[in-house]
């Protein structure tokens, strides 16, 4: 007996920046009929090459499928692109990066119930050399209608990973923001550290692998703080209460000086620490300067 392969999804995508062009690549590679447009026509015609059906015009390339992925720039140019396109009966996709606010206006209210469309929005976090290799650990968070991701899984999922985090159309983008600002936070004290040594006879590249393994050590606070938040008592298990890191904090600002380096990185989040202190217990740790960012 012949087994029956599995149905691949038609699906339209608008967009071939690096990342759309990526997507698109997955997509072409395991099977799928894909139509693309983009702005640029010129951008369309290797994918063209391989594979792709290249539409004339967005309205074209929507007419086109059911499931339409929509991978601009951003915001405003979504709102360009599909302006005075029938999205009647359209599975609309939104990976444009947007911030919660502009995802939830987008699929909850008028926009898209007048032009009958259903939508799920996303938040990328991968860079394009991750998509297409499951092993890079690159994935998509999505969030709007369940009903919605749970059709469009096995075409989704194809680029890179899913986690869907929730009915909320506006959690995808939130969760997005959210772990790329501690990211850059990361990078903040990251460049901070490199500033420290610079002008020393220490070699970056010697000090890169032991900055990382203590960022790596350091990683699992998180989820002491997340107890903290969700219990409310902030001194539970706390090894180095805020007092005692308060007082340590004149160091670091006097080894800047010394090192000539600007401690505009570090003192913002100091300043919170000494707030938080004078307010509250030196026995909690610092999930308490996550009150003072909420007012």
């Not at 699906?11 to 990526?22: F, Q, S």
């Not at 090459?49 to 951003?74: F, I, K, P, Q, Y």
């Not at 359209?90 to 009958?116: I, K």
């Not at 799920?120 to 050399?129: K, N, Q, R, S, Y």
Request: aromatic share 6%.
């Amino acid at each position: 007996m012949t087994r029956n392969p599995v149905e691949k999804t038609s699906l339209t995508l608008l967009g071939l920046g690096a990342m759309g062009a990526a997507f698109a690549r997955a997509w072409l590679a395991a099977g799928h009929q894909l139509t693309v447009w983009n702005r640029t026509p010129a951008r369309a015609a290797a994918l063209a090459a391989e594979g792709a059906r290249v539409a004339d015009s967005a309205a074209e390339a929507v007419a086109a499928n059911t499931l339409v992925v929509v991978c601009l720039l951003d915001d405003a140019s979504v709102e360009e692109a599909l302006a005075g396109v029938d999205l009647t009966g359209t599975d609309l996709v939104n990976l444009t990066t947007s911030t919660p606010a502009q995802a939830r206006a987008r699929a909850r209210a008028e926009w898209a119930r007048a032009r009958g469309a259903r939508c799920l929005d996303g938040g990328i976090m991968a860079v394009p050399p991750m998509v297409g290799v499951p092993e890079a650990g690159g994935y998509v968070f999505y969030s709007g209608s369940r009903d919605l991701f749970e059709r469009h899984h096995d075409a989704l999922r194809v680029p890179v990973g899913t986690v869907y985090v929730g009915e909320d159309a506006g959690f995808a983008a939130l969760h997005d923001v959210a772990l790329l600002s501690a990211m850059y936070g990361m990078f903040a004290g990251a460049a901070h550290a490199f500033a420290l040594i610079r002008k020393e006879d220490i070699d970056p590249a010697s000090f890169a692998p032991l900055l990382a393994d203590w960022l790596v050590a350091m990683a699992p606070a998180v989820h002491q703080t997340a107890e903290h938040l969700r219990g409310g008592d902030y001194t539970k298990d706390v090894v180095s209460g805020l007092g005692m890191q308060v007082a340590g904090t004149p160091t670091f600002l006097s080894t800047a000086e010394e090192q000539g380096v600007s401690p505009e990185l570090l003192t913002p989040y100091f300043e919170l620490m000494r707030r938080r202190l004078a307010e509250g217990s030196g026995e909690e740790g610092l999930t308490g300067v996550v009150d003072l960012l909420g007012r």
